[in-house]
């Protein structure tokens, strides 16, 4: 089993920054995708991004590229999700997730269904 627990969400005003942080534990599967996925009431939960165990491969939701950064260090058994310019439409629950192995295609890394384990999540609420 692995253990995820999100930490740096808040409240912030737009135009600000945010950097959360996951921390994992337990089992480490070599070779995983670490991504973060957010979700607000009443909607299904949003790929937002997700980092190869090499960082090779990065993949970012349309609406959060060049605001957002996904980084991880795999000596700490951690994944980062830095935001900056933060927009209102992007309070939500932010979850992060693990996959149990490498994920065949970079096109599959939005698929919630190649996440095995998840976090508690971390709200993040932007004010105008």
């Known amino acids: 089993q692995v253990q995820l627990v999100e930490s740096g969400g808040g409240p912030v005003q737009a135009g600000g920054s945010l950097r959360l942080s996951c921390a994992a534990s337990?089992?480490?599967?070599?070779?995983?995708?670490m991504a973060w996925f957010r979700r607000v009431p009443t909607k299904e939960r949003e790929f937002v991004a997700a980092n190869s165990w090499t960082s090779n491969t990065i993949v970012y939701e349309d609406s959060v590229k060049g605001r957002f950064t996904i980084s991880r260090d795999n000596t700490k058994n951690m994944v980062f999700l830095q935001m900056d310019n933060l927009k209102p439409e992007d309070t939500a629950e932010y979850y992060c997730a693990s996959s149990t192995g490498p994920i065949g295609g970079s096109q599959y890394y939005s698929d919630v269904k190649e996440y095995t384990f998840w976090g508690q999540g971390t709200q993040v609420t932007v004010s105008s």
């Open positions: 337990g089992r480490i599967f070599q070779g995983n995708v």
